[in-house]
């Protein structure tokens, strides 16, 4: 395999040990853990199946926003501390894998193990009897030992750790070494392994079982999406009454510390937020009614923009333009944007809707110059801090998030 120097000069693959090798290594969670430990001076592998995504870091890019990251990627390729490879024959080269594989939800929103059963049974073989194995994504409760049952079931002896991630995207380089690390190990010997790893990240260390690790992950996940929730349920109770939110907001929070915590209103979405509470549903025997409630409220905001614009002048043959394609403010990541879904519930209610982001790859969006030039409706759906910079005076604006100036808008 033939890789590209960050200088543009080809270097083939490296030989010998690795100290750790991060499985899902080119993704927003593995990547920056990864670029951590080469720049504490560990040795690191990235094995992961996207192969643009490998020749594009092996360049020197990152293949996504992380603010501070493609600097500091561009200091350790020529160090020969950074290794990426699409073969996971990488693994037998390694103690140390740290998997970042996380549970998805299915169709009818329920934890689904096809990943880890797959992914398991696939790199198995390939560990070196008593390696490390760290599960680093946000799992299911009771993961960790299915997946050391299912490898020792394949004759693999090792030891088996949950140490989740807690990192904000887009900050993850400054956060992975300033938060606490929770390890879920069930023996002193992998408690003790895992925490000589991140040692050399210097973050405080926190040890659980691991099914404590996987359920605290989950609840803390789960706590933001329901505050972001109850923000947005209260803004709908405020305007559905005619009232002003923003000068609600504002008369609760200051001064008060014990309203600093309540958010503004404003999409809640992302890979995690929305996935993470309905594992936490099925963990609770399908009974977490304020779970799904909370997903009611967040998944239900685009439906609410929507009615209401339609109650104030019908949006049929309209032009609408959607500020913000991106699951929050500042990033260039638009899975599970809601901003998509308000866009389908506008083409449905007969708009002609035309969307921008500053940040988002994505060749239906259009120059902001022109959605401001064409369109007579605009929504703020993400935060970004250049919407706050435009001059929307004399226009229809909905901005429900209060970044145009003007406070919270609908």
Request: glycine residues 10%; aromatic residues 6%; negative net charge.
């Amino acid at each position: 395999m033939t890789l590209t120097s960050g200088a543009g000069a080809p270097t083939s693959q490296l030989n010998g040990s690795l100290d750790l090798v991060v499985v899902g290594g080119a993704g927003h969670v593995g990547l920056p853990l990864a670029l951590s430990f080469a720049e504490a001076g560990v040795r690191v592998g990235i094995y992961d199946l996207d192969a643009a995504k490998i020749a594009r870091i092996a360049s020197g890019k990152m293949p996504f926003l992380e603010y501070g990251a493609e600097e500091l990627l561009r200091r350790i390729l020529p160090s020969g501390a950074l290794e990426m490879s699409g073969d996971a024959e990488i693994l037998r080269r390694t103690d140390t894998v740290i998997l970042v594989i996380g549970t998805p939800i299915d169709e009818f929103m329920n934890p689904s193990m096809r990943v880890f059963e797959h992914s398991v049974d696939q790199l198995g073989p390939l560990l070196k009897s008593g390696a490390l194995v760290i599960l680093r994504s946000t799992v299911y409760p009771g993961t960790t030992d299915y997946v050391t049952s299912r490898l020792h079931a394949l004759g693999v002896d090792v030891d088996v750790v949950c140490c989740p991630e807690r990192i904000t995207e887009g900050h993850a380089l400054e956060e992975i070494r300033s938060l606490p690390q929770l390890i879920g190990a069930s023996s002193d010997r992998g408690f003790e392994r895992a925490s000589t790893v991140f040692a050399h990240l210097g973050m405080e260390i926190v040890r659980t079982q691991p099914r404590e690790a996987e359920l605290a992950k989950l609840l803390t996940n789960t706590w933001r999406y329901m505050k972001f929730a109850i923000a947005n349920q209260f803004f709908e109770i405020a305007h559905a009454d005619g009232l002003d939110y923003d000068r609600i907001l504002h008369a609760i929070r200051h001064n008060y510390p014990r309203a600093q915590d309540l958010p503004a209103p404003g999409f809640a979405a992302g890979p995690c937020l929305l996935k993470d509470t309905m594992q936490l549903a099925a963990f609770a025997s399908d009974h977490f009614p304020m779970g799904h409630a909370a997903m009611t409220v967040n998944e239900g905001l685009p439906g609410y923009i929507v009615e209401s614009l339609e109650r104030r002048r019908p949006l049929h043959g309209r032009r609408v333009g959607v500020l913000g394609m991106a699951f929050k403010g500042e990033s260039d990541d638009p899975r599970t944007s809601l901003s998509y879904k308000l866009k389908k519930l506008l083409a449905f209610r007969g708009a002609l809707v035309m969307t921008t982001d500053p940040y988002v790859e994505d060749p239906d969006l259009a120059p902001l110059n022109e959605v401001l030039e064409q369109c007579d409706l605009l929504i703020v759906a993400a935060p970004h801090t250049s919407y706050r910079e435009l001059d929307l005076s004399g226009r229809e604006v909905a901005d429900v998030w209060g970044v145009t100036g003007s406070g919270i808008q609908l």
